[in-house]
């Protein structure tokens, strides 16, 4: 009989302990939540979203490549608008694009793929 009883208070801390790590993991996947509710809401703001567009667009400058988008808009994520877009390399630009409207879906991402779902170009020119 002692057996038995060692081994349900075993199973009662056990299950506390699981229970407790329940409670941990909601409360991360929440405050995860959250941080991506509060950045998508800040990208609502004109001048934080175009900062962010600054900031991205020079991480990936280089001298074979610039970007230059004039101003970025839409409804963040999933729609976004972009005006006066150029491509260039060290000899100039080679692309440049009027406006841009672009639906897609973010979270594919994740999945290492880009789901576009509706592209709309005005103004596109190929310069070379």
């Given at each position: 009989?002692?057996?038995?009883?060692?081994?349900?208070?075993?199973?009662?801390?056990?299950?506390?302990?699981?229970?407790?790590?329940?409670?941990?993991?909601?409360?991360?996947?929440?405050l995860v939540l959250a941080i991506v509710a509060l950045m998508i809401?800040?990208?609502?703001?004109?001048?934080?979203?175009?900062?962010?567009?600054?900031?991205?667009?020079?991480?990936?400058?280089?001298?074979?490549?610039?970007?230059r988008i004039a101003n970025i808009g839409g409804t963040w994520p999933?729609?976004?608008?972009?005006?006066?877009?150029?491509?260039?390399?060290?000899?100039?630009?080679?692309?440049?694009?009027?406006?841009?409207?672009?639906?897609?879906?973010?979270?594919?991402?994740?999945?290492?793929?880009?789901?576009?779902?509706?592209?709309?170009?005005?103004?596109?020119?190929?310069?070379?």
């Open positions: 009989m002692m057996a038995i009883k060692a081994s349900k208070g075993w199973l009662k801390r056990l299950g506390s302990v699981v229970r407790a790590l329940a409670a941990g993991l909601a409360g991360l996947a929440a809401g800040l990208l609502q703001i004109p001048e934080l979203r175009n900062a962010g567009l600054a900031a991205a667009l020079q991480a990936v400058q280089s001298p074979d490549l610039r970007i999933s729609h976004l608008a972009l005006d006066k877009v150029e491509v260039a390399d060290a000899k100039g630009p080679y692309l440049t694009l009027e406006h841009l409207n672009l639906d897609w879906r973010p979270s594919a991402l994740w999945t290492g793929h880009l789901h576009v779902t509706d592209l709309e170009a005005d103004g596109l020119a190929f310069l070379r």
